[in-house]
């Protein structure tokens, strides 16, 4: 094949049956489950009477409901505790692999399916949650489905699904210091809009991306969902090969060779064709904020609140009114004089040990301001394990910030962690919708570091104002 995108070697390889539509069943490799979204894919596979056909082939953690503190406890909330229990029932009668609330690696699905290896480039990987765009960071043609999807694709391993468009992002230019990928992210959804790869499946290119670390690479195809793309995709190279070598599902030995050497062919040709190509130079970018409701709303620190009434999209304008009426901002604002009053560091965005590291850092020898209450959730057991052994927890804990247990937490509140109506939080998630974190709750979407500093100063404040160092 030639003149092919990594998307489209990836599709091809998973073709069962061509429709002539646009559409095809695809074979889906790898299924990952967590409690809020298969209640229904699992009563939906019963009523059929069908059974799951590759157990192997499914992980399920529990992440979305679980509390971040007293896990010695029962969960007390009545829902979190159904969906928990729930989920441990319905693997259990089918007898898919499971990592339960008490298992050192539990945690968020798109941080442990990579941690574990489960997720390997190459393959399709389908799960009931709009962030499996992460996965794609690997070279995966991973992405989200519906609860009914879950229930098809464990009786049949496959699924029918539309091919999208292509879109390659060639992210360029020298990256300034303590400019992460979740900057670059924002800066993307800030230029081509919440809905601007609606339809296609994004790649990301160029040298800046090729410098990035795994954890990086999710974070930037974590937030492609967040462009109205649902699928994101990096190559596969010698970051990725190193950072899946000897984890637990990945293959060993000759198998791992063979694997590799496969894994070698999937980059996009040479002579690949695009539908469509965005460029961004990150050369002269300062670290993002977000001020509204939508992840688009997003700006450097170093500017301040636009006005909506001049924005030259009358409906963005409009929207834009709302959204600053809800988030009790003024236009013209310098960003960082925005107040905060808590701070959550965590998610499937920016909930790894690299991040945890960022963001340590800054709160270093520093103390979280009075007022604010800051919360560190690790991505999973294992980045809190790892974290705690390299004294990040301590330096968190000195600094005032509480440190808790792995899961999805403040970033959906689905766990009882959450703001109170009127709160504004300085937030690494990837979502700053009405009512995210809490109802009448007030997101800001940021870096680590960025939220660490905002956590440190009791308001947005740019990084780079608080320490001279490089990151
Ligand atoms: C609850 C779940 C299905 C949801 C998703 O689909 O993404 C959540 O993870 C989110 O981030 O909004
Ligand atoms: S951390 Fe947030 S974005 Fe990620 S899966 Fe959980 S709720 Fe969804």
Redesign the pocket.
């Known amino acids: 094949m030639s003149g092919a995108t990594l998307y489209d070697k990836l599709w091809a390889s998973h073709v069962v049956r061509d429709y002539g539509d646009g559409s095809a069943l695809i074979y889906v490799d790898r299924h990952l489950l ?1 409690e809020v979204s298969t209640p229904q894919s699992f009563l939906a596979l019963e009523a059929k009477g069908r059974t799951v056909r590759r157990r192997e082939a499914n992980l399920a953690v529990p ?2 409901a679980v509390p971040t503190t007293g896990r010695d406890r029962p969960i007390a909330d009545p829902l979190a505790r159904a969906q928990t229990t729930r989920l441990a029932e319905n693997v259990a009668r089918h007898q898919i692999p499971y990592i339960a609330l008490d298992d050192a690696r539990q945690g ?3 941080v442990v399916g990579p941690e574990q290896g489960f997720t390997l480039p190459g393959m399709t990987l389908a799960c009931g ?3 499996t765009s992460t996965h794609g960071a690997f070279g995966t043609l991973a992405f989200g489905v519906g609860a009914s999807e879950c229930g098809i694709v464990m009786a049949a391993q496959c699924l029918r699904q539309r091919k999208a468009r292509t879109m390659r992002v060639v992210v360029d230019g020298a990256r300034p210091a303590w400019l992460t990928a979740k900057d670059i992210a924002l800066a993307l959804i800030a230029k081509i809009g919440a809905n601007g790869a609606a339809g296609h499946a994004v790649e990301y290119v160029g040298p800046v991306i090729s410098a990035m670390s795994m954890a990086e690479r999710m974070t930037l195809c ?1 937030m492609t969902i967040e462009t109205g793309a649902r699928v994101g995709l990096v190559a596969p190279d010698e970051v990725t090969f190193a950072f899946l070598e000897g984890r637990p599902m990945a293959p060993r030995g000759a198998m791992w060779e063979r694997a590799v050497a496969y894994w070698r062919t999937l980059p996009s040709d040479p002579d690949a064709r695009y539908d469509r190509t965005e460029t961004l130079d990150v050369g002269d970018l300062a670290p993002f904020v977000t001020w509204g409701t939508s992840p688009e709303d997003a700006a450097p620190i170093s500017s301040a609140i636009p006005d909506p009434d001049a924005d030259p999209d009358r409906a963005r304008g409009e929207r834009r009114r709302k959204a600053l009426a809800y988030m009790d901002l003024e236009p013209g604002t310098p960003l960082d004089r925005v107040r905060i009053d808590r701070v959550f560091i ?4 920016n ?1 790894r040990l690299d991040d945890l590291r960022l963001a340590a850092g800054i709160a270093k020898g520093r103390k979280v301001a009075p007022g604010v209450k800051a919360i560190v959730v690790p ?1 999973s057991g294992l980045v809190r394990a790892a974290a705690e052994r390299e004294g990040l927890a301590d330096i968190f804990r000195a600094a005032g910030f509480e440190w808790r247990d792995a ?3 403040m ?2 509140a ?1 766990n009882g962690d959450r703001l109170d109506p009127g709160e504004r939080c300085a937030s690494t ?3 700053n919708f009405e009512g995210r974190q809490g109802p009448g709750g007030r997101t800001h979407l940021m870096n680590p570091a960025m939220a660490a500093a905002a956590a440190i100063a009791g308001h947005l404040v740019d990084v780079r104002d608080l320490v001279e160092e490089p990151a």
Request: charged letters at 10%; one cysteine or more; proline letters at 0%.
């Open positions: 967590h992440d979305h968020i699905v798109h949650d709009s962030h974590n965590g998610s499937c965005t909930g991505g899961g999805c937490s970033c959906v689905m998630s990837n979502r």
